[in-house]
């Protein structure tokens, strides 16, 4: 599949010139017909046929085991959540935290990976040590220094707001050989470019289907390292986390499958499989190849001064300073363009994927 046709297939585009990707993406008709393919099945057919339960399980299955064969990992090392925040929350919870113990974490994360060290912080006492970076650059060595007795270090792959590849698979040896744990929150990479779970070597990575992926809300994964997950204890239980829901005593499944708990639909889970199919149908190396052409081109077109984003390609998302964010992204939105303004610099960000063209490139930059 080529990216034109891939395009064809989102509705979105037929009016809108849709740039905000890194927040959202919008499906494909494909990916919305396979959810509520399911959905009906699993309401309409299965009640007279196998059962909910039994469909909904497969279902669970077969998409822990797409997910994995996409991350690189072993389906026992996925468990399904609805977002990368559930995802954050499941492993943070998790964890046996003791006053005192310290969650290393960069200035560059998103409201989703600062929340539940606060919580954390005024629950159980942990304290929280914050590196600061450089416009979306962090020093290894500041990290370094910082992860000294730290039980948990967590950063982005990809930086949300500057579109930085952050250097995880650095930061996570410095963070095993302090003796710390590595949560990744990896949300801006599936879909956007090739995601190798046992690259990086992290304990625990989350994400999500609903940006670069284009997939529906309500599918997200955790991926957990075999030996992590061991370490693990849920705060949350249901018949899904463990071996036998009505045995006397209950003992926790192995491996990732310990953070999921009860009923949730499969539709989302059977829309971000098709995601998936799509997304490698058209190539992550078309997509990446596509992406920086585009953001080049839109770099190129921006007035002297105002990038904030790398001049180098590194990621989709580009973000740039304006006198008005605010004012510009409703300006834009009424001239059928869509991007977001940022916390940062008075900034706003386009995110560029393979279902833009130049044509919406031009249009952005004739419209500022």
């Known amino acids: 599949m080529d990216p034109a046709e891939l395009r064809a297939d989102v509705p979105t585009f037929d009016e809108t010139v849709y740039l905000n990707t890194g927040a959202s993406g919008p499906s494909p008709r494909r990916v919305v017909a396979a959810a509520n393919d399911c959905l009906e099945r699993h309401e309409f057919d299965a009640p007279g046929e196998e059962g909910m339960y039994p469909f909904a399980w497969d279902q669970f299955d077969r998409t822990r085991e797409r997910v994995a064969e996409f991350v690189g990992a072993d389906p026992d090392e ?104 590595v949560l990744v929150d990896a949300v801006q990479v599936p879909g956007q470019t090739t995601m190798d779970v046992r690259e990086w070597g992290a304990d625990y990575v989350v994400a999500a289907g609903h940006k670069w992926l284009l997939g529906p809300w309500g599918a997200g994964f955790v991926y957990v390292d075999r030996a992590a997950a061991e370490a693990l204890e849920p705060s949350f239980v249901g018949y899904r986390s463990v071996e036998e829901p009505m045995a006397e005593s209950y003992v926790f499944k192995p491996g990732a499958p310990r953070l999921e708990v009860g009923t949730t639909s499969p539709g989302p889970y059977a829309g971000l499989r098709a995601a998936m199919d799509a997304i490698e149908a058209v190539g992550l190396d078309t997509v990446e190849r596509h992406v920086e052409r585009l953001t080049d081109r839109l770099k190129a077109g921006l007035p002297d001064g105002a990038l904030l984003s790398p001049r180098e390609y590194e990621s989709g998302l580009v973000s740039w300073r304006v006198d008005d964010a605010e004012a510009t992204v409703e300006r834009l939105r009424e001239e059928g363009v869509v991007l977001r303004s940022l916390p940062v610099d008075g900034a706003v960000r386009a995110s560029l994927h393979v279902v833009n063209t130049e044509e919406d490139v031009d249009r952005l930059l004739g419209a500022l």
């Open 78 to 181: 996925i468990a399904l959540t609805q977002s990368t925040s559930d995802g954050i929350n499941r492993v943070a919870c998790a964890i046996d935290w003791e006053p005192g113990d310290t969650v290393v974490r960069t200035d560059l994360e998103h409201s989703a990976g600062i929340l539940p060290w606060k919580r954390l912080r005024d629950r159980r006492g942990v304290e929280v040590e914050v590196v600061q970076t450089d416009a979306g650059r962090l020093d290894l060595d500041d990290l370094d220094d910082a992860l000294a007795d730290a039980e948990l270090l967590f950063l982005s792959a990809i930086d949300w707001c500057y579109g930085t590849e952050l250097p995880v698979a650095e930061a996570v040896e410095l963070a095993h050989e302090a003796g710390a744990r």
